[in-house]
């Protein structure tokens, strides 16, 4: 199968740099598949699952944060602001994180304030759900 060269890069660390079959980032309204020879572009990385397929085969998946995907000449490049495997997540952390989202969530809030309160619970649900799909 063809190959591109993927770099996933977080704002703390080089996440991934190598050879890739395939790629899976969300975007806002869904999932954009990437494959060897895409069409040059720039897109928009939402918070929830990457999936990626290395270039032996092996499957791979990642909880990742905002940011931008490009594809230009057979490399895609995505930067985001942070990057987890599946085992890195700390579960508890998640949880407290998520029903303290969810307690802001029912406040009375700003529009910046509820924006912030909605990125917070997409984040920690992401981790949960990562985790628990993945970690058994």
């Given at each position: 199968m063809s190959t591109f060269r993927l770099t996933i890069l977080a704002s703390d660390r080089e996440f991934y740099n190598g050879p890739a079959q395939s790629l899976v980032v969300p975007v806002?309204?869904?999932?954009?598949a990437?494959?060897?020879?895409?069409?040059?572009?720039?897109i928009s990385t939402?918070?929830?699952e990457l999936r990626y397929t290395t270039g032996d085969g092996k499957k791979e998946v990642?909880?990742?944060g905002y940011g931008f995907t490009q594809v230009m000449?057979?490399?895609?490049?995505?930067?985001?602001?942070?990057?987890?495997?599946p085992d890195e997540v700390d579960v508890k952390r998640a949880i407290e994180a998520e029903?303290?989202?969810m307690e802001q969530l029912r406040?009375?809030?700003?529009?910046?304030?509820?924006?912030?309160?909605?990125?917070s619970l997409a984040r920690a649900m992401s981790r949960l759900k990562v985790t628990g799909k993945y970690n058994r």
């Open positions: 806002e309204d869904g999932e954009k990437i494959l060897a020879h895409h069409e040059n572009m720039v939402d918070i929830g990642a909880v990742v000449n057979n490399r895609v490049l995505v930067l985001v602001d942070s990057a987890e495997h029903e303290r989202a406040q009375k809030q700003s529009i910046r304030e509820y924006n912030h309160s909605q990125a």
